[in-house]
């Protein structure tokens, strides 16, 4: 240990560690721009490109940036004098004299850091009026807006890129008032391998990448007469939204949400979750049959399986993988699943054309937005989901609206789409889609009742995990990755041999799982909002009256009335999908 002395207050910190996390051990709150450290994931940014967390260190003639600055025994730092308040104010304008001057239109506002700061070092009038300005064309794809304009060079979302999620979709190029945070050959993002995980949007500390918005075509929609408009929630808002309403970090909110969005106006209100069990039901299916195949060494798909929910996780797999291609549960994700039975069995149920049906969901992802404009998840040109609200853009659209969600009752979800258990709750977290699976998958193949439902082997933060779970005669080596890069990891892995033998992979592709989606409340950098999240995910599970899939009385009827059984043909045409290279 090492012991340093910060504004006249002693520390004692591990020998490593920067001026900077020292100051943070006891509360001194010294401003950045560019640091980021997400605890147990790789996002660490350590550019030290932003000069704002400066500090001075006696014996030192130079300021110091705190970030990049280890501790030395004795060391006496201040992080107010005069000195280093200039010098941040004077970063920061330089920093402001070639940023535009659209705060009151911004994306960001009330969430900029650039502003917080700003404000926080009391930068007015002439300071920040400065004329030499670089522009950018705006990249605009189904998911994201780069305004490069706003761009501070933090390299946060560069790190998270290559580093994290190991796409490589972004890197720093040009020089001086031309450089810029851009894709290769500067080619618009959905010319690239970007996987539109939005995880870049997440860490942006300014309005450079923000979500494409579609939070005003919701309203639209409601206020037209002739269309029923309906939302289905997926199950990580409900452990977040309550963040933006200054509730705890891990508060349930399920039952205001639903009543939130009755008060906005929509028609039903329903829930992921069912169509998370109804994954489960097909994805099972598949598994258990793939399992056969394996066993016996019969013709057809055999294991692995890959989980398909997660829509960054199958751009991915189809830009970066392509030999591993047929390894995917062909099983639609719960939102394109909820869009198709919305659009036949619902809308029939109705007596509505698909066309006046608006099926809106609210996400904690930002690829979920690409996902529903795929082409494949349309009829004649009408998409089974048309509009994704994030989770923020949720909380804002309840701000706007007036409503006060610390007055509102809970309600429940309508039926017959808004039915769940707790296997579909902990589709949110990371191991919860093959946890879920294998509730169902043992009981069905066994059947007997299991002796435990919770599965502790498969929890956790770890980036890459493996349990073995036995199901009777066969035991399931089971693989799970959150983040890219540690899918990448375990997916070469199983390219290259395979040589612990996995046989179902879950990957999502945000740290955390869907709790840790590029479209919740921003976390600033803080993972324990995460683990948070993943305590109250748990929690919803527990307190459900049903925790398989299969025991969903809503999910039997719709096999019963409309589909079939899994796998069955209707099934296949409706619930399933095939992959591009
Ligand atoms: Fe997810 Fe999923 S769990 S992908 O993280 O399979 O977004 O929450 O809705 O579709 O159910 C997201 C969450 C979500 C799907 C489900
Ligand atoms: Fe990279 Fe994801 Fe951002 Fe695309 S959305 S640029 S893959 S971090």
């Not at 006696?58 to 940036?65: C, K, S, T, V, Y």
């Not at 450089?179 to 949007?201: D, I, K, N, R, Y």
């Not at 290259?496 to 992979?505: K, T």
Request: hydrophobic share 40%; glycine share 8%.
């Amino acid at each position: 240990e090492v012991k340093i002395i910060i504004d006249g207050k002693e520390v004692h910190v591990a020998k490593g560690s920067t001026v900077l996390d020292a100051a943070k051990k006891i509360g001194v709150d010294i401003p950045t721009l560019c640091h980021l450290d997400l605890h147990d994931t790789k996002m660490v940014n350590q550019a030290a490109s932003c000069r704002v967390c400066v500090v001075e260190v006696e014996g030192r003639r130079n300021l110091a940036p705190s970030c990049a600055t280890p501790v030395v025994e004795g060391m006496v730092v201040k992080t107010n004098t005069i000195r280093v308040m200039e010098a941040r104010k004077t970063v920061l304008e330089l920093l402001v004299s070639d940023h535009p001057k659209e705060c009151l239109s911004c994306a960001k506002a009330g969430d900029c850091e650039l502003q917080d700061l700003t404000e926080l070092c009391g930068l007015r009038g002439d300071s920040i009026s400065g004329t030499a300005m670089s522009t950018y064309k705006k990249d605009i794809t189904p998911s994201l807006i780069r305004d490069m304009d706003k761009c501070v060079l933090c390299r946060r979302c560069e790190t998270m890129c290559n580093k994290v999620q190991e796409v490589g979709a972004l890197s720093g190029i040009n020089r001086g008032f031309n450089a810029v945070v851009s894709s290769a050959f500067e080619l618009p993002m959905a010319e690239t391998v970007c996987t539109h995980c939005g995880q870049c949007v997440a860490v942006c500390p300014t309005g450079a990448l923000t979500e494409m918005n579609h939070t005003w075509k919701v309203v639209e929609a409601l206020a037209d007469p002739t269309k029923t408009v309906i939302v289905q929630t997926a199950p990580a808002v409900r452990v977040a939204l309550g963040e933006e309403f200054g509730n705890e970090p891990g508060s349930i909110v399920t039952g205001k949400m639903v009543s939130a969005l009755k008060a906005i106006g929509f028609d039903h209100v329903f829930d992921t979750d069912f169509t998370a069990d109804l994954t489960i039901l097909e994805e099972g299916t598949e598994l258990l049959e793939r399992l056969e195949n394996f066993l016996e060494g019969k013709e057809g798909p055999s294991l692995p399986i890959l989980t398909s929910c997660c829509p960054a996780w199958v751009n991915f797999v189809e830009s970066q993988f392509h030999e591993l291609i047929d390894i995917p549960s062909t099983a639609r994700s719960p939102q394109q699943m909820f869009g198709s039975v919305a659009k036949t069995y619902f809308a029939d149920k109705l007596g509505i054309k698909r066309e006046d049906l608006v099926v809106v969901s609210v996400m904690p992802c930002l690829a979920k937005k690409f996902e529903a404009s795929r082409e494949e998840f349309a009829v004649d040109g009408n998409p089974d989901v048309d509009l994704v609200m994030s989770t923020r853009e949720l909380a804002d659209l309840i701000k706007q609206m007036n409503i006060d969600m610390e007055e509102l009752e809970e309600s429940e979800f309508d039926n017959p789409l808004g039915m769940s258990t707790g296997a579909g709750v902990i589709f949110g977290t990371t191991g919860g889609v093959i946890e879920a699976a294998v509730r169902t998958a043992y009981e069905v193949r066994t059947k007997k009742p299991l002796p435990k439902i919770d599965f502790e082997e498969l929890r956790g933060f770890d980036g890459v995990r493996v349990a073995s779970v036995a199901m009777d005669d066969v035991v399931l080596n089971i693989g799970i990755a959150h983040g890219l890069g540690n899918a990448k990891a375990l997916l070469t892995e199983i390219r290259d041999g395979n040589p612990r033998n996995i046989h179902a992979v879950e990957v999502m592709a945000c740290p955390g799982g869907c709790i840790g989606g590029a479209g919740q409340p921003y976390h600033h950098g803080d993972s324990s909002i995460l683990m948070k999240r993943q305590a109250a995910i748990y929690q919803v599970d527990k307190n459900m009256p049903i925790r398989k899939s299969h025991e969903n009385p809503a999910i039997a009827e719709i096999y019963e009335k409309f589909l079939g059984k899994p796998l069955s043909e209707k099934a296949h045409h409706l619930l399933h999908t095939h992959y591009h290279m």
